[in-house]
């Protein structure tokens, strides 16, 4: 803004107080807010048409058509609502006048202020600003997400990033099922863990991180290894579950309890420098045993700890499976229902895979029972 110019057109423009814009409002004048979207989540005065002062011009016409009407403009301090006064003079208004202090004035004046009844909290609207003017998300979505219980399998290098960016979207319950200890091993690449915490319990080192990150999120920890005992009990309580497991047994038992009880499974796996990301859900896409109904022979594949894994690749995938999950929350977009996405890190390519459903599988074929757990060591050969 020019101060020059900003000096000069409060010369020009009428100011009125905040109280005299109320009273105006009240014998028939227009209230203009011109702040800007995220702004209007902390409130705007009762009645006031909205619109950045970035499209007043485009959007006056529409929203203000009678142009013998006394329109006062306001926007967060006083400055902005200048510029749309002056816009709104070349467009042909006649009577427009600016609150001196715009809406810091008029909510310290103590007159009221509306809020939308969206169910977000201020600190919330705050936070959340960025997601709040996303036509897709907005604040029913960004509510979505804050009623939302996501269950993490593994706090690891792909449960790591998932956490952070749910915890940071604004997901509100996140679960986290591990029952391992940081070790030194895991700092390069499992970004929930710092060094002065290598002996902590990963659940307790992640709850910290993610309630220093966003204290709104609950988060709800399980310190103990998945198993066909309490997986029902500890699944059946979230709405999705984010498989970020690094062995063939937890992987498959995660499918037949998200099978089970009709829960997402937006899963991921890492191999060196290559990557994979998938979305199951029975009755709309193939399952995990559709694509892998045999687990690989034993001593035909390698652990991360065996093999290694670049330390950024699991940020990939894990980013990929937090996105994944939000659109399943919100209900927008495409989630990778029968495509298994393949991301080369050394190529710098995405290949898409078609996943075909098996109709003979004895877990997910339509009409088939759940046929019940199994052991899974046994299963795996392990």
């Given at each position: ?175 986290i099922v591990d ?68 062995n063939f047994p ?19 796996s890492v191999f ?111």
């Amino acid at each position: 803004m020019d101060p020059a110019h900003l000096a000069k057109l409060r010369g020009l423009i009428p100011h009125v107080t905040p109280a005299d814009a109320a009273a105006l409002a009240e014998r028939g004048a227009v209230l203009l807010d011109v702040r800007e979207r995220p702004e209007w989540a902390t409130g705007t005065a009762p009645g006031a048409v909205t619109i950045p002062r970035g499209l007043v011009e485009a959007e006056a016409a529409r929203l203000l058509p009678d142009k013998d009407r006394t329109v006062v403009v306001y926007c967060q301090k006083g400055a902005r609502s200048l510029l749309a006064a002056e816009t709104l003079g070349r467009l042909g208004y006649g009577d427009v006048r600016s609150i001196a202090g715009g809406f810091e004035a008029w909510a310290a004046a103590g007159l009221p202020v509306a809020r939308a009844e969206d169910g977000l909290s201020d600190a919330e609207r705050r936070r959340y600003a960025r997601h709040l003017v996303i036509p897709e998300v907005g604040p029913s979505g960004q509510r979505r997400l804050k009623e939302a219980k996501v269950l993490l399998v593994g706090a690891g290098g792909l449960g790591s990033p998932a956490a952070v960016y749910l915890a940071c979207a604004g997901v509100g319950t996140l679960g986290i099922v591990d029952f391992d200890r940081v070790d030194e091993s895991n700092l390069q690449r499992q970004i929930l863990h710092t060094p002065p915490r290598v002996g902590m319990r990963k659940v307790e080192s992640a709850k910290r991180t993610i309630e220093e990150m966003n204290p709104l999120v609950r988060v709800e920890p399980f310190d103990t290894r998945l198993t066909s005992e309490n997986a029902d009990e500890i699944v059946a309580k979230f709405d999705v579950v984010v498989d970020g497991a690094d062995n063939f047994p937890t992987r498959y038992l995660i499918n037949d309890a998200c099978v089970k009880h009709g829960k997402p499974n937006v899963h991921g796996s890492v191999f060196r420098f290559e990557g994979q990301a998938s979305v199951f859900l029975r009755g709309r896409s193939p399952c995990y045993r559709c694509l892998y109904p045999e687990p690989p022979p034993p001593g035909m594949t390698q652990s991360c700890a065996d093999a290694g894994v670049l330390g950024v690749l699991p940020g990939v995938i894990g980013l990929i499976q937090a996105i994944e999950t939000i659109k399943l929350v919100l209900g927008q977009g495409e989630p990778l229902f029968g495509r298994l996405l393949v991301y080369d890190a050394l190529a710098a390519t995405f290949r898409e895979l078609k996943i075909r459903a098996n109709p003979e599988c004895a877990y997910c074929a339509p009409g088939r029972a759940f046929p019940g757990y199994v052991d899974y060591e046994g299963f795996c050969g392990q």
